[in-house]
């Protein structure tokens, strides 16, 4: 059967499978169903704070103490907030580019951003009115030789964003040289420079020797420039997504400060929640065995997605990442169009995250790369979902099919 006459039958097939978001599956979901137990109708915190009241905005001391795990950093750093990390990010941006206008009125901020990368940050930023600017990257992360060159001969760059382990979507782990290079960063600026660290797949591995990864925050005390880190984290995808803990972590001055810009937008966030994360996840020992469980559910769709894209790599026709956690792989095409090939699944009944979503102001510029999120499918979806889209590829690519 011709590649035509394969993607015929997939048009009238009726399938309605999506390889969109990084969801977690409703298996993985059900690893987290004994938040609720943890509870039984003890509210009081371990410093006796009774969570169902007002107050805190840094947060209790067990979720203070789940942040530090998460992002390696000492409780008393660490900010304990609600359901989304992004919400944070951007409350954070929103206080720093409050100050940057201070600094330097009506001038344009702008923001470094590692491409292809997370569709999230950008919006941020340009909601924020931040402009964005690409920057690429190696199998040791960033390309620290042309982020260090921009940052220097350009003081109107604030900051750059970083998903340092299991990258999304490329699934890049940054070099310990890297992360140096990057504590030091701010160091070239004369102006406020910031690394946003959003760590979002920090225990996320799915092999079991996954690079550890450096500890910014250490190596930039040392440099100096520990004003100028701010991590972020949180469990959305560890226990619930939609009520899981994110968390902040910044040095002792930028916690007081952000706190304070914080003050008058609430008056704590969810308590009880933090309560029952932080019963949940008593130590390293039970969040590394709940990890555990999840790379089993998670490790076999991954293995699926190196599977099926295996032939069309031999033939030339894509490059791919093969990540050892996270929840993405990026595809990258060689001969074809990414919008023609998110068409033609589309029309199949298999949705993808739009092109160019992985590059700031959705504008990829070869028009060459795809996020596929494999999390969320069971297996068999998964498997008819990815036939699609090689099938599709090699329509796209190529009139004969594969070489």
């Known amino acids: 059967m011709d ?6 039958q997939y048009l009238t097939a009726g399938l309605k499978l999506d390889l969109t978001r990084g969801k977690p599956c409703p298996e993985q979901l059900t690893l987290s169903e004994g938040l609720d137990a943890t509870i039984a109708g003890d509210y009081i915190a371990e410093d006796g704070t009774d969570t169902r009241n007002y107050g805190g905005i840094l947060g209790i001391p067990e979720a203070r103490r789940l942040g530090g795990l998460l992002m390696s950093l000492d409780p008393s750093s660490v900010m304990a907030g609600g359901n989304s990390s992004l919400t944070l990010m951007h409350q954070f941006l929103a206080w720093r580019s409050q100050l940057w206008q201070d600094q330097t009125p009506g001038v344009t901020p702008k923001f470094l951003c590692v491409v292809p ?137 930028s ?14 966030f969810d308590k009880v929640n933090q309560l029952r994360h932080g019963r949940f996840f008593k130590d390293a020992t039970s969040l590394k065995s709940h990890m555990e469980a999840h790379q089993k559910i998670l490790l076999p769709k991954f293995e699926l997605v190196q599977t099926k894209l295996s032939d069309l790599t031999r033939a030339g026709l894509v490059t791919r990442s093969q990540p050892e956690g996270g929840y993405f792989v990026s595809l990258d095409l060689t001969r074809a169009s990414a919008k023609q090939v998110i068409e033609l699944a589309k029309a199949a009944g298999v949705t993808l995250t739009p092109a160019g979503a992985t590059f700031p102001y959705g504008l990829d510029p070869q028009d060459k790369n795809i996020r596929i999120a494999p999390s969320f499918p069971d297996m068999m979806a998964l498997d008819q979902a990815l036939d699609v889209l090689t099938c599709c590829i090699v329509k796209a690519s190529t009139s004969t099919g594969l070489p």
């Open 3 to 8: 590649i035509d006459d394969r993607y015929q």
């Open 117 to 253: 990368g997370y569709d999230r940050h950008f919006t941020i930023c340009e909601q924020l009115g931040i402009e964005m600017l690409n920057v690429g990257f190696d199998d040791r992360g960033p390309d620290m030789q042309t982020i260090e060159a921009l940052v220097e001969a350009n003081d109107d760059i604030r900051g750059i964003w970083c998903v340092p382990k299991h990258s999304n979507p490329t699934g890049h782990c940054y070099h310990p040289e890297t992360v140096a290079r990057l504590a030091e960063l701010p160091k070239r600026s004369a102006g406020d420079f910031i690394v946003m660290w959003d760590n979002a797949y920090a225990v996320h591995d799915l092999v079991t020797n996954a690079p550890p990864l450096a500890n910014v925050l250490a190596l930039a005390t040392e440099a100096g420039t520990q004003d100028q880190i701010a991590h972020f984290a949180s469990t959305s995808k560890i226990t619930f997504a939609g009520a899981g803990l994110a968390f902040c972590g910044l040095s002792p001055r």
């Open 255 to 268: 916690l007081k400060a952000f706190e304070t810009f914080l003050v008058p937008q609430m008056i704590g």
